[in-house]
């Protein structure tokens, strides 16, 4: 190598048209009167630091009222018109990692009341900020829903309102456990947050057929307690019963509740949150109820189709619904939110957007009784029964693409109605339109020939040409049936009455329209298999066939009730 003049640029790179450091500096320049974003490390109370992106509009209307929402799913995600529609409209939007998640500090430990108190320091510590006028309000939905009414819960002297979207929080009536029914599903949302990062490495599908459950865990490897503490804990115990805040609604704070009739995650816990606020909050007359024909997701991000089926005016817009509502309590606007009808629900049976004074109230029982000729009647009728045998290596269930989320079940029942090991009763065609509005009951008189099985009943709408579209749901594990919060082994052969909760429903059944139940002992994937044993479903390995036998007549009076509008 010797010594001279290159001759030109190193690596005969050509000259750019601007000096890369000019680019730098371009870059690094703030413009402080318009809108900005910029990462935040927000303290806890114990020390612990959460990170959060805060989004700031315009300097010209700062100071300016603020939005958080706490998620587990990467506070730099999510769809950007979510933050931009209201920092356009002049809110500052705070997005922060919950704990252990992300880049904050601490254990990621799911569904904890430390959840809450960080919810209370996030809001106090964003109103102290001299970017934020005092006035918080708070959002989410799923996850983002629980972090929102954990917040509420704690009653922050700055937060101002509320709009959480399915909201979790009705812990084992709801998830993990369904009154003792695994929500496997929960496999795939384990895979995604097992650590820190939204993680998308994991073939996650070829989980689902792995027995035991428990075993599932050692191909996840979480991070934190959450995933032994799901497996150790399948009961309402002490542990789920203290996450709860059943009977202690006292939050003052103006809620706009939203969910969808179609949520097979979270409506139980959405309505059970709306129910208990308006038991026991002060701002009971400023809490509202907007139900959709929505699936999970649909609820924050609305559409007029569900799995083929149409529902006109089933698409709204959502976030100026959202705008408007926190125009009226973090701004004072008299907007018109006051006289908004409290109640608003979409019928999927008339496909109409309806309005009632209340949620509860304004109905009677109607029970349809089980019949020896697979009908459902308004008697007993004979005494006789119906068995069938659950498998668990070959489980009913609706068809879910465990390739694409979300996960999303179809409502037409003909598949599974088809399997064996289903049974079902039907109604004779109904004389007049039936609106059914609140939570539901299948009462089963029934007996199985182990120790433990699983109850899965959905109600339907049967059409005129014979189509069965699933209105409500619910399931109860055998062992379960007598005290969510100690399972007890059940007698082999003998007769018990199971209570199962439907989840709730506002459906109008059409004249000429037949009303069904449809049982089986198991719904997969959605739901992990029962293998007929007493003991935990994460550890039970060895499948048996169940026989199974539901009774109805006089004395076994086997029934669906619902509470259908006078």
Same mark, same amino acid.
């Given at each position: 190598?010797?010594?001279?003049?290159?001759?030109?640029?190193?690596?005969?790179?050509?000259?750019?048209?601007?000096?890369?450091?000019?680019?730098?500096?371009?870059?690094?320049?703030?413009?402080?009167?318009?809108?900005?974003?910029?990462?935040?490390?927000?303290?806890?109370?114990?020390?612990?630091?959460?990170?959060?992106?805060?989004?700031?509009?315009?300097?010209?209307?700062?100071?300016?009222?603020?939005?958080?929402?706490?998620?587990?799913?990467?506070?730099?995600?999510?769809?950007?018109?979510?933050?931009?529609?209201?920092?356009? @409209?002049?809110?500052?939007?705070?997005?922060?990692?919950?704990?252990?998640?992300?880049?904050?500090?601490?254990?990621?430990?799911?569904?904890?009341?430390?959840?809450?108190?960080?919810?209370?320091?996030?809001?106090?510590?964003?109103?102290?900020?001299?970017?934020?006028?005092?006035?918080?309000?708070?959002?989410?939905?799923?996850?983002?829903?629980?972090?929102?009414?954990?917040?509420?819960?704690?009653?922050?002297?700055?937060?101002?309102?509320?709009?959480?979207?399915?909201?979790?929080?009705?812990?084992?009536?709801?998830?993990?456990?369904?009154?003792?029914?695994?929500?496997?599903?929960?496999?795939?949302?384990?895979?995604?947050?097992?650590?820190?990062?939204?993680?998308?490495?994991?073939?996650?599908?070829?989980?689902?057929?792995?027995?035991?459950?428990?075993?599932?865990?050692?191909?996840?490897?979480?991070?934190?307690?959450?995933?032994?503490?799901?497996?150790?804990?399948? @009961?309402?115990?002490?542990?789920?019963?203290?996450?709860?805040?059943?009977?202690?609604?006292?939050?003052?704070?103006?809620?706009?509740?939203?969910?969808?009739?179609?949520?097979?995650?979270?409506?139980?816990?959405?309505?059970?949150?709306?129910?208990?606020?308006?038991?026991?909050?002060?701002?009971?007359?400023?809490?509202?109820?907007?139900?959709?024909?929505?699936?999970?997701?649909?609820?924050?991000?609305?559409?007029?189709?569900?799995?083929?089926?149409?529902?006109?005016?089933?698409?709204?817009?959502?976030?100026?619904?959202?705008?408007?509502?926190?125009?009226?309590?973090?701004?004072?606007?008299?907007?018109?939110?006051?006289?908004?009808?409290?109640?608003?629900?979409?019928?999927?049976?008339?496909?109409?957007?309806?309005?009632?004074?209340?949620?509860?109230?304004?109905?009677?029982?109607?029970?349809?009784?089980?019949?020896?000729?697979?009908?459902?009647?308004?008697?007993?009728?004979?005494?006789?029964?119906?068995?069938?045998?659950?498998?668990?290596?070959?489980?009913?269930?609706?068809?879910?693409?465990?390739?694409?989320?979300?996960?999303?079940?179809?409502?037409?029942?003909?598949?599974?109605?088809?399997?064996?090991?289903?049974?079902?009763?039907?109604?004779?065609?109904?004389?007049?339109?039936?609106?059914?509005?609140?939570?539901?009951?299948?009462?089963?008189?029934?007996?199985?020939?182990?120790?433990?099985?699983?109850?899965?009943?959905?109600?339907?709408?049967?059409?005129?040409?014979?189509?069965?579209?699933?209105?409500?749901?619910?399931?109860?594990?055998?062992?379960?049936?007598?005290?969510?919060?100690?399972?007890?082994?059940?007698?082999?052969?003998?007769?018990?009455?199971?209570?199962?909760?439907?989840?709730?429903?506002?459906?109008?059944?059409?004249?000429?329209?037949?009303?069904?139940?449809?049982?089986?002992?198991?719904?997969?994937?959605?739901?992990?298999?029962?293998?007929?044993?007493?003991?935990?479903?994460?550890?039970?390995?060895?499948?048996?066939?169940?026989?199974?036998?539901?009774?109805?007549?006089?004395?076994?009076?086997?029934?669906?009730?619902?509470?259908?509008?006078?």
């Amino acid at each position: 190598m010797t010594y001279g003049t290159l001759g030109r640029a190193p690596f005969g790179a050509p000259t750019p048209d601007r000096p890369p450091r000019d680019v730098f500096d371009a870059y690094r320049q703030v413009d402080p009167t318009a809108p900005r974003s910029f990462e935040a490390g927000i303290p806890m109370r114990d020390g612990v630091e959460l990170a959060a992106t805060v989004h700031l509009p315009a300097a010209a209307v700062l100071p300016a009222p603020a939005i958080v929402r706490g998620t587990p799913y990467d506070k730099s995600a999510g769809m950007p018109q979510d933050v931009s529609r209201k920092v356009d @409209a002049g809110y500052v939007h705070v997005r922060y990692d919950v704990r252990g998640r992300g880049k904050s500090e601490g254990l990621w430990h799911p569904f904890t009341l430390t959840e809450a108190q960080d919810g209370h320091d996030v809001v106090e510590w964003v109103a102290a900020q001299d970017w934020c006028g005092g006035a918080v309000g708070a959002e989410g939905l799923s996850y983002d829903g629980w972090t929102t009414m954990a917040t509420v819960s704690q009653n922050p002297p700055h937060l101002r309102a509320a709009t959480p979207f399915s909201a979790a929080g009705r812990w084992q009536q709801e998830i993990p456990y369904t009154y003792g029914c695994f929500q496997l599903f929960f496999v795939w949302w384990w895979a995604a947050v097992r650590r820190r990062i939204m993680d998308s490495s994991l073939d996650v599908p070829a989980l689902f057929d792995l027995l035991p459950v428990q075993a599932m865990g050692d191909v996840l490897d979480t991070a934190g307690p959450g995933w032994a503490e799901w497996m150790e804990h399948d @009961a309402l115990d002490d542990v789920w019963r203290g996450r709860r805040f059943d009977g202690a609604y006292t939050f003052d704070v103006p809620t706009l509740h939203v969910t969808g009739w179609h949520d097979r995650e979270d409506i139980q816990a959405a309505f059970h949150h709306y129910e208990q606020m308006m038991a026991h909050s002060p701002a009971r007359d400023r809490q509202w109820l907007l139900v959709g024909p929505w699936s999970h997701v649909s609820s924050y991000y609305p559409t007029s189709t569900y799995k083929g089926i149409e529902y006109p005016g089933g698409t709204v817009d959502m976030a100026g619904i959202q705008l408007r509502f926190f125009d009226r309590f973090l701004r004072g606007e008299d907007n018109g939110v006051d006289d908004e009808p409290r109640v608003q629900l979409y019928d999927p049976g008339a496909k109409s957007w309806q309005v009632r004074p209340a949620w509860a109230g304004g109905t009677r029982e109607l029970s349809l009784y089980l019949g020896d000729d697979a009908t459902l009647g308004e008697a007993p009728g004979t005494a006789g029964s119906h068995s069938y045998d659950y498998d668990p290596l070959a489980p009913n269930g609706l068809s879910v693409d465990l390739e694409n989320l979300p996960l999303e079940p179809d409502l037409d029942l003909a598949e599974l109605e088809a399997q064996p090991g289903v049974v079902s009763w039907t109604s004779a065609p109904l004389d007049g339109a039936v609106t059914i509005r609140g939570w539901g009951e299948a009462e089963l008189w029934a007996s199985t020939d182990g120790e433990d099985t699983e109850w899965h009943v959905k109600l339907a709408d049967v059409d005129d040409e014979g189509r069965a579209l699933c209105v409500a749901w619910g399931c109860l594990r055998a062992s379960h049936g007598k005290d969510l919060s100690a399972p007890a082994a059940v007698t082999p052969g003998a007769v018990e009455r199971y209570s199962i909760e439907l989840t709730p429903m506002f459906h109008t059944i059409r004249p000429g329209h037949r009303i069904r139940l449809v049982l089986a002992s198991s719904e997969f994937p959605w739901f992990a298999r029962n293998l007929n044993t007493f003991e935990p479903i994460a550890t039970q390995a060895e499948p048996r066939v169940a026989h199974n036998s539901v009774f109805h007549g006089d004395a076994r009076p086997s029934r669906i009730r619902l509470e259908i509008e006078s």
